[in-house]
């Protein structure tokens, strides 16, 4: 009997192991992923192509890494299940396709940290949609951590938050990616259930690129750009942002819960600013640094319990 009960402990024990490390190893994917995302607004400002164009470009420059990414991790486990273009792949496209299409207007139409943070409100979202569509339930400690990241991201934007007419059309726009950006955070949490991280992404990306075209072709007088600076500004907004960030988030969505996921996502707030800061001389103030130390405690706050 006390064989069987220290081998119960010991299963048990490799048990909590494996999820702290599977936890551990989520949070870093979803941390990376922040800051890969972080530098896209700097990026679709740069860019010597129109909005529509640069997040058309975005997608589709990274679709050769996330492809073979995807033969790569399905060869390394070939028993994994891969089931392909799921309902729930299909709208995550859908989603980002959203997401990008207003964000990367908003970008050109407000602050690149009023954009970055109306954006980033999509733990909100996450929460609402989650509850009215799928019928899920936070922790208390969970929408404590929400309200306190809002009070932080607030604090980041405080200056620019004052009614500006010239800003409030790009304001508008970059809330209504934060509800596409929630969409696509419940949409590839689902369809991490039946398929890989780098599967989802590619065939996310495959449909959003799709759409993007279309897009750009209706809205753009001009879809390729001028110079060889052009080119590299959008092969860099593909690689890091699209394939870096979008990747990282497919990983950690197999690994983290998604309302605590989006809360990660604040850390982009945080490092957008910094990054507008240096290449654009958007000032970083107390009060914004202060309310970066606040995002912090506030995904804190929310980490899952055991």
Known sequence: MDGSADANRLAAGKAASDDSKGFLFGLAAMVLAALAMSISPSLVRLADVGPYASAFWRVFL????????????????????????????????IAFTGDLFFWHISILRTTIANATFFATMAPLWVVIFGWLLLRQRVSR????????????????????????PSRAVGDGLAVVTGAFFG????????????????????????????????????????????????????????????????????????????????????????????????????????????GGVIIIAGIWISRPRS
């Open 141 to 164: 400690a969970t929408l404590v951590g929400l309200l306190v990241c809002l009070a932080g991201g607030t604090a980041l934007v405080v200056q620019s938050l004052t009614f500006n």
């Open 62 to 93: 990274a679709l050769p890494i996330l492809w073979v990414w995807m033969r790569y991790a399905e060869a390394a486990e070939p028993a994994a299940p891969r089931a392909s273009f799921t309902l729930a792949t299909i709208l995550a496209g």
């Open 183 to 290: 969409l696509y955070f419940l949409a590839v949490g689902a369809a991490r259930g039946r398929t890989n991280a780098a599967r989802v992404t590619f065939e996310l990306s495959v449909i959003t690129s799709v759409l993007l075209f279309l897009v750009a072709i209706f809205f753009e007088p001009r879809i390729l750009p001028q110079s060889a600076s052009g080119w590299g500004i959008l092969l860099a907004l593909g690689l890091i942002s699209h394939a870096g960030g979008q990747g990282l988030v497919s990983v950690a969505l197999g690994r983290l819960p998604t309302v605590f996921s989006s809360l990660v996502i604040f850390l982009e707030t945080i490092a957008a600013a910094l990054f507008a800061w240096i290449l654009f001389g958007e000032n970083v103030t107390l009060i914004q640094a202060l």
